[in-house]
C-alpha cells in the first residue's frame, strides 16, 4: 500500500494501482467515458484529466492511465480539471447529435450525465456537424449509431481483450474516424449485447430493447442468469409487468460484468403468448383447460392408483434442474418421502456423476483462474456451454499468462488462446488419459505444463456421446496435479443445485450419499435407498417397470440424447405427469399438464458451478394461474394424503439450511443482506457430508450408445440450439445455425464426400476441419431439424447424393 | 485463395520476416494492392487470413494511413505536393497543368491515371516537386508537368523510375541523388523489393532522351 493526497485527504491505496481506479475504490469519483476497470486502459477520451503535483511542477494527466506512486498529490476538482472538463466536454459534444429525446440511453447515458456534472452547457460550435446513416445493423442483436459515438473504444476493446472475436473496429481517421465492421462480415460475436452495455453513449443499441421503455419507468431487481450454470449476476428490469431487459452485473467472482448473447436477450420467453396459463388434462389426441382443483386432484389419483398397483417405485420424476433450489427441495421431498420413490435425476442423461458433481462443489472456484499458472478444459467447447466461463479461461490465457491445454475431438472457441490445443476421437479418451498421465510422446510438454501449479482443471463431457465416466477419471487425474482445482461442468442451468437437493438418485439433500447409514432429519419417513438414473427410469419406462412419469421442467424427446428410448418410454407409461412453463413436445404427451412460473416470477436460491449458493428475485407475475413448482407439489402431495406442509418458498429455504447438512446456515436473509455475490457452500465451518472418491471404473452414466458404424460421433452442443426456452426468445431463435455434419478434410476426402454427407442415413450439409480428429464426425446436438443420432456413439458417414 | 502464385510467394517471404504473422499486415497490404490495382475487400480479406486477424483489423489498419488505396487510382498515380516549400515555388500552377493535361481534378482518377494532393514529401529543395508511383520528380514547371502526364498516357511505362523521369521532366535537385536506381515501382505503390519491383531500361536514363 501506498499513501497519496486526493482533493487535500490522505489516503492508502494499493502500490502500482491506476490513479482512477484507486481514487473510486477510496472514495473519489473521476469522470469517465473510455476507461472501464475491466479493460486495459488507454486514455483516449481525456475525460478523466486530473491535476498531479510532480517535480515539474502539477500537471494534467489522464487518471486512467497514471499509476499512483507513494506521497503523489492530486487534485482532482481544481479550477484548472474544472476547465479541462468542460473543454473535454465540448469536444465530444461537438458532432454529437443530442439527439437524447428518441436515444435508448437518454436517462441513462455517461455523457449526458457527466454533460449535467461537468459540462460547459452551452456550446460554441454552429457549424454542420457530422452526419452518417443511423442507426445500421452491424448485427442480428446490436445496431450501430456512428454519430452517437465518441470514439471510447471500449466496444472495440471488449472485442478484442474480453470476448476475442475482434469483428468491430475503428476505421478511417481524424474527422472521418468511425467504428464499423468489415462490410461483409457482421459483428457475429456470442457476447456483443456486453458492447451495448458499456457503451457510454447510445451508439449501440439492442434491437430486442430499443425504444421498448425510458430507463426512469424501469423497475429492477439482482438476481442471477438462469441459463447458464456460472451463476452470471444480472439485474432484471420489467416496466408494466413484462421483462424488458437483462443487464450483467459485476460479481467479481462469477461474471465480471459479462453475459453472452443467449443470457442477455434470452428473457424473452418470459412473456411468450405461448406461455402456459392453465392446468390442462389429456382429452382424446389434445388437452382441455380444466380448474386446479380437478388438475391436482386427477394427478393425485392417478399416482395413488400407480402406488397401489405397483409399488412407489413406479413413480418416477425427471427435470427439476430449470427451477430453484426450493423447487427442488419440495420435488426431491415429495418423491423420496410423499411417495416413497428413490427414481429421481435432475440430469437428462447428459451430465456427470452426481457424487462427482456434489463433492466437488465448493473445493474449486471460479476465481482460481485468476492465480492459474496452468489451466486444463477437458469438456465441451466453452464457447459454447459455458460462455463466461470461456471469458474467464480467455482473460486467464490472455491477459494473466497462463498456459492453456484444451482436450477436445476438435479445436474449441479457445484455439486462439490455447497453448497446447490436444485433440482425439472421441472413445479414445481413456488412452490419451493414459499417454498424458506417462507424459509420452508429444504430449511430454503438456505434461510438463501440468506440473506447474496452480493448476485449475475443467472437466466435463466433450460432448454428449462420451462415456461420462471419462470425466470421472479425467478429475481423478486431475485432482492430483500440484495445488489443483477442479471444476467439473455441465450446462443445465440449476442442475447442481437440484443435485445438492437431492434430485438425483444416488444423493438426498444436502451432498449426503443414498444408501448409505445416514438420513434426512427433515423427512419422517421416506426411500433413501439408491433409485434409477434417467436413462434407467426411461428403460425401465419402456420395460413397464415404471408407470407414471412426472416431467418437471423436462422435454426428454428432445433433451436426452437418445430420443428413441424417450419417445418409447413416454408411449409406454400409463400416466405422465408434466410441470412445465410450456406445451413441449414431451408435455404434450402428458396427461395432466401443470402451469409453473419461471425465472423472475419466483424467489428462491439457486447454486452454480462452484456450489455457490445466490439469491433469485421476482419482479413480474407469471401468466394466468401458473404456480411455484413447489407450490404445485406441496398441493399433489396433499391431495395424496401425504402432505409436505411446506408453506411458503422461504420456509423451505429455511428447512433446507436446517435439513440439508451441506448448506447449513444459507439462509435468504444472509443472501439478501450480506452475502448479496452468493456464498459458496458449504460454509466455513460446516462439514459436508460426502467426501470425493476417485473413482475410475464407473458405471456409465449416460448413454455411451450403441457402436453402429465406423466413425466416432461427436455431440457437441452449439449456444444457440433448439431448446424450448431459445425458441421461444423471439431476437435468439433464428440464430441456430441449423444441422450440420463435420468431416476432417482427408476423411471426407477418402469416402468421396463434397456438398452433403448421409449421418446413419440423414442427409446433412458437409463442413471440413482439419482440427476434428480423424475418424469422427461432428454433429451439433439438438439443431432445427437436426437427426437424432444421441443414442450411439459410432456412426455410418457416406457421401450425400446429389452433392 | 484468390491471389496468383506470384503475390502469394511474395506474402510468404515477407510473413517469415516477423515473428508475430500480425505484423506482417501493413506490407502485406501493398501486395494486395498491387495483385488488383487498388486496395479490394477481396484483398483486405485475404491479409486478414494471411496474417490471423479479422478482415476489420486489416481494414482499421488499411483506412488509418493514406497510402493504402481503398478505391481505384489508375496505373499511375500522381501526387503533387502542395505544402509550403512547393506552394510557395508554384506548385498549384504544376497541379493545375496536371489537372489540365490529365482531365482529372485532383482526387480522382481514370483507368491509366490518378491525381491527388499530396503533404509534404520531403523534397522542399527542389520545390515544387511531384510523385508517380511514390517516385520523385523534383524542380518541375507547369510545362514540364504537362509533358510527363502526356508521357505517362503515351510511353506507358511498365516502370517507373524516379531517376528516369528527373532526367526527362526535373529541373533543381534539392541535393545530388548519388548512384542511379536500376529497380523502379510497378504500380501505384513503393518500389520495395518484397512489394515487387522491375528493372528500368537503362537507355531511358540518358539525358534529353524523349519519346
Not at chain 1, 85 to 93: A, P, R
Not at chain 1, 167 to 189: H, W, Y
Not at chain 1, 544 to 558: C, M, N
Not at chain 1, 689 to 695: A, D, E, K, V, W
Request: with cysteine; proline share 6%.
Amino acid at each position: 500500500m501506498v499513501t497519496i493526497t486526493i482533493d487535500g485527504t490522505e489516503v492508502q491505496v494499493p502500490a502500482g494501482e491506476l490513479l482512477i481506479k484507486a481514487a473510486e475504490d477510496s472514495g473519489t469519483y473521476i469522470p469517465r467515458f473510455c476507461w472501464h476497470r475491466r479493460m486495459n486502459p488507454v486514455g483516449m477520451c481525456r475525460m478523466c484529466l486530473v491535476e498531479v503535483e510532480g517535480p515539474r511542477g502539477i500537471m494534467l494527466t489522464p487518471s486512467c492511465t497514471m499509476p499512483v506512486n507513494d506521497g503523489m498529490v492530486v487534485h482532482t476538482k481544481s479550477p484548472t480539471v474544472e476547465k479541462a472538463q468542460e473543454g473535454v466536454l465540448e469536444f465530444l459534444l461537438l458532432n454529437h447529435p443530442l439527439d437524447c429525446p428518441v436515444c435508448d440511453k437518454g436517462g441513462e447515458c455517461p455523457l449526458q450525465d457527466q454533460t449535467l456534472s461537468h459540462g460547459p452547457g452551452e456550446s460554441r460550435m454552429v457549424e454542420e456537424k457530422r452526419h452518417y446513416e443511423k442507426p445500421i445493423p452491424i448485427s442480428d442483436l446490436v445496431l450501430l449509431d456512428r454519430e452517437r459515438c465518441i470514439l471510447c473504444a471500449r466496444c472495440v476493446r471488449f472485442s478484442e481483450e474480453i470476448s476475442g472475436d475482434p469483428l468491430i473496429e475503428f476505421m478511417d481517421r481524424g474527422n472521418a474516424a468511425e467504428v464499423n465492421t468489415f462490410p461483409d462480415e457482421p459483428f457475429a460475436s456470442y457476447f456483443s449485447g456486453n458492447t451495448v452495455q458499456i457503451c457510454p453513449v447510445g451508439a449501440l443499441t439492442a434491437s430486442a430493447y430499443r425504444f421498448r421503455a425510458r430507463p426512469w419507468d424501469l423497475r429492477e431487481v439482482a438476481s442471477v442468469n438462469p441459463l447458464t450454470t456460472t451463476g452470471d449476476g444480472v439485474t432484471v428490469q420489467a416496466s408494466q409487468n413484462e421483462v424488458l431487459r437483462f443487464l450483467g452485473v459485476d460479481n467479481d467472482a462469477t461474471n465480471h460484468g459479462w453475459l453472452d448473447d443467449r443470457s442477455r436477450f434470452g428473457f424473452e420467453w418470459i412473456a411468450s403468448p405461448d406461455r402456459l396459463a392453465t392446468p390442462l388434462a389429456k382429452s382424446g389426441d389434445g388437452h382441455t383447460e380444466v380448474s386446479w382443483g380437478e388438475a391436482l386432484g386427477a394427478a393425485a389419483e392417478n399416482l395413488s392408483a400407480v402406488i397401489e398397483a405397483h409399488g412407489p417405485g413406479a413413480v418416477a420424476a425427471i427435470g427439476g434442474a430449470r427451477g430453484t433450489n426450493e423447487d427442488a427441495y419440495a420435488l426431491a421431498s415429495f418423491m423420496r418421502s410423499s411417495v416413497g420413490s428413490p427414481n429421481l435425476d435432475a440430469r437428462l442423461d447428459d451430465g456427470l456423476g452426481t457424487h462427482l458433481l456434489s463433492s466437488l462443489a465448493g473445493k474449486g472456484e471460479i476465481g482460481d483462474l485468476e492465480t492459474a499458472r496452468t489451466v486444463l478444459v477437458w469438456a465441451a467447447d466453452l464457447k459454447e456451454e459455458h460462455p463466461v466461463l470461456y471469458l474467464r479461461v480467455r482473460r486467464a490465457a490472455q491477459e494473466l499468462g497462463a498456459t492453456l491445454i484444451t482436450v477436445h475431438p476438435t479445436a474449441t472457441g479457445l484455439a486462439d488462446r490455447a497453448t497446447h490445443t490436444v485433440t482425439y476421437r472421441p472413445g479414445e479418451g481413456h488412452d490419451l488419459l493414459d499417454r498424458l498421465r506417462a507424459g509420452s510422446g508429444d504430449l511430454a510438454d503438456v505434461r510438463a505444463a501440468l506440473d506447474e501449479g496452480p493448476v485449475v482443471a475443467i472437466v466435463g463431457r466433450t460432448g454428449l456421446a462420451e462415456d461420462p465416466a471419462l470425466a470421472e477419471a479425467v478429475t481423478a487425474f486431475a485432482r492430483d496435479l500440484p495445488q489443483a482445482s477442479v471444476l467439473p461442468v455441465v450446462r443445465r442451468a440449476n442442475t447442481y443445485g437440484a443435485i445438492d437437493m437431492g434430485v438425483a438418485p444416488d444423493l438426498l439433500p444436502g451432498r449426503v450419499a443414498a444408501g448409505g447409514d445416514a438420513g434426512h432429519t427433515g423427512w419422517e419417513k421416506a426411500d433413501t435407498s439408491v433409485g434409477l438414473d434417467t436413462r434407467g427410469i426411461l428403460e425401465a419406462a419402456a420395460d413397464g417397470r415404471v408407470k407414471a412419469l412426472l416431467l418437471v421442467g423436462a422435454d426428454p424427446l428432445r433433451d436426452v440424447p437418445d430420443a428413441d428410448l424417450a419417445a418409447r418410454a413416454l408411449d409406454a407409461v400409463d400416466v405422465v405427469i408434466s410441470i412445465d412453463c410450456f406445451l413441449t413436445d414431451s408435455t404434450a404427451k402428458a396427461d395432466i399438464v401443470l402451469p409453473a412460473l419461471g425465472f423472475t416470477e419466483k424467489e428462491g436460491t439457486v447454486t452454480n458451478l462452484e456450489g455457490r449458493v445466490m439469491k433469485v428475485n421476482r419482479i413480474v407475475s407469471g401468466p394466468g394461474q401458473a404456480r411455484a413448482d413447489w407450490s404445485i407439489i406441496d398441493d399433489l402431495a396433499a391431495r395424496m394424503g401425504r402432505p409436505l406442509g411446506f408453506e411458503s418458498a422461504e420456509a423451505i429455504s429455511l428447512a433446507i439450511a436446517e435439513h440439508a447438512p451441506a448448506y447449513g446456515g444459507i439462509t435468504w436473509f444472509l443472501l439478501d443482506w450480506k452475502e448479496r455475490d452468493g456464498v459458496v457452500a458449504p460454509r466455513d465451518g460446516v462439514e459436508q457430508p460426502l467426501q470425493y472418491i476417485p473413482t475410475t471404473s464407473l458405471r456409465a452414466v449416460g448413454s455411451g450408445g450403441a457402436k453402429r458404424g465406423g466413425f466416432a460421433l461427436h455431440l457437441g452442443r452449439l449456444l444457440y440450439d433448439d431448446a424450448v426456452l431459445t425458441r421461444q426468445g423471439a431476437s435468439i431463435a433464428d440464430l441456430a445455425p441449423g444441422a450440420y455434419a463435420v468431416l476432417n478434410p482427408t476423411d471426407a476426402d477418402r469416402i468421396g464426400a463434397n456438398g452433403h454427407v448421409e449421418v446413419d442415413g440423414h442427409r446433412l450439409p458437409l463442413r471440413r476441419d482439419a482440427s476434428l480428429a480423424e475418424g469422427t464426425v461432428a454433429v451439433p446436438f439438438n439443431q432445427p431439424d437436426g437427426p437424432p443420432l444421441g443414442g450411439s456413439s459410432h456412426v455410418d458417414v457416406a457421401p450425400g447424393a446429389g452433392a | 485463395m484468390s491471389w496468383s502464385e506470384e503475390s502469394l510467394q511474395r506474402a510468404d517471404d515477407i510473413l517469415a520476416r516477423y515473428p508475430e504473422k500480425r505484423s506482417a499486415v501493413m506490407p502485406l497490404l501493398y501486395v494486395a494492392m498491387r495483385e488488383d490495382g487498388y486496395l479490394t475487400d477481396d484483398g483486405m480479406r485475404q491479409v486478414a487470413e494471411l496474417t490471423g486477424v479479422t478482415p476489420a483489423q486489416v481494414q482499421s489498419t488499411a483506412s488509418f494511413y493514406n497510402m493504402y488505396k481503398r478505391e481505384p487510382v489508375g496505373k499511375y498515380l500522381v501526387s503533387m505536393c502542395t505544402s509550403i516549400s512547393c506552394f510557395l515555388m508554384g506548385a498549384d500552377d504544376v497541379l493545375h497543368a496536371i489537372e489540365d493535361e490529365a482531365g482529372i481534378p485532383a482526387g480522382e482518377a481514370d483507368d491509366e491515371i490518378g491525381v491527388e494532393h499530396a503533404e509534404c514529401i520531403g523534397a522542399c529543395g527542389g520545390a515544387p516537386a511531384c510523385l508517380v508511383n511514390y517516385e520523385l520528380i523534383e524542380g518541375l514547371t507547369p510545362d514540364k508537368a504537362k509533358e510527363l502526364v502526356a508521357w505517362l498516357r503515351s510511353a506507358k511505362p511498365d516502370v517507373i523510375n524516379a531517376d528516369e523521369m528527373q532526367a526527362l521532366f526535373g529541373g533543381k535537385t534539392s541535393f545530388d541523388w548519388g548512384i542511379r536506381e536500376e529497380r523502379g515501382a510497378v504500380g501505384p505503390f513503393p518500389a520495395f523489393g518484397p512489394f515487387g519491383t522491375a528493372d528500368v531500361n537503362t537507355d531511358a536514363l540518358e539525358p534529353g532522351r524523349s519519346t
